[in-house]
């Protein structure tokens, strides 16, 4: 499975858009982009996944460059609830093999 | 309601002592997949397993076992725990094709002295 980097770490005011970044150069053509965040020691909640097309769901809005080289998470307006650890992970559609990186710590301030 | 049962939730033991945590999901996945999260080691997964009767290492797999004879349980297996083996593991179910993802349980807090 490809690699991901992500910042360490983010800062966002609520009501503000949180926009978290994901490089992962060496994805190839049948990975998909993945999306979990955990809070505190909980288990992590699926957010969002996309191959090639931007995708909307409830949650949040993921956009994947046309290279696939990169990808930003979008939670367009930011709670205090979202403050969480959030993983970027990309793998086949087998879903058997998922490697979950450090992840960003999102902390959205009041 | 759709989950996926881990059990214990805490769980104190000695080294050496056999014990089994056990994960069931009522989603009728075929997937499941085990994790343990360490401080500053993230999640790392242990095990995974396709189908029934189908498994394959992970990132982490030495000093653990599991089995899938039935589709609902992936239980964890540590014959010989040693303290090293004290974390956070989360079970994780999830069915090819699926529009959210793997569902994760509630976590086991597992401690071995």
């Known amino acids: 499975d490809a690699k991901t980097t992500q910042p360490t770490s983010m800062d966002c005011a609520e009501g503000r858009a949180a926009n978290l970044p994901c490089n992962h150069s060496?994805?190839?053509?049948?990975?998909?982009v993945y999306w979990y965040r955990q809070i505190h020691s909980q288990g992590p909640q699926y957010i969002i996944h996309g191959l090639k097309n931007n995708e909307t769901n409830e949650m949040a809005s993921l956009i994947i460059t046309e290279d696939r080289k990169s990808s930003t998470l979008i939670l367009p307006h930011a709670t205090l609830r979202d403050t969480a650890v959030y993983y970027c992970i990309v793998g086949g559609t087998s879903y058997g093999k998922l490697t979950f990186g450090q992840g960003t710590i999102l902390t959205v301030h009041p | 309601e759709a989950q996926v049962t881990q059990n214990p939730r805490y769980l104190i033991t000695v080294t050496g002592k056999k014990l089994t945590v056990t994960c069931s999901q009522n989603?009728?996945?075929?997937?499941m997949s085990w994790y343990r999260q360490d401080p500053g080691l993230g999640l790392r997964q242990i095990y995974y397993s396709m189908n029934v009767e189908v498994t394959d290492k992970g990132d982490v797999p030495e000093g653990y076992k599991v089995s899938r004879k039935e589709k609902r349980n992936f239980p964890l297996i540590l014959e010989s725990p040693s303290p090293n083996q004290t974390s956070l593991y989360f079970c994780a179910s999830s069915s090819p094709g699926q529009n959210y993802g793997y569902t994760f349980g509630s976590g086991t807090r597992l401690t071995v002295v």
């Open positions: 060496t994805i190839s053509g049948n990975e998909y």
């Open positions: 989603m009728n996945h075929e997937y």
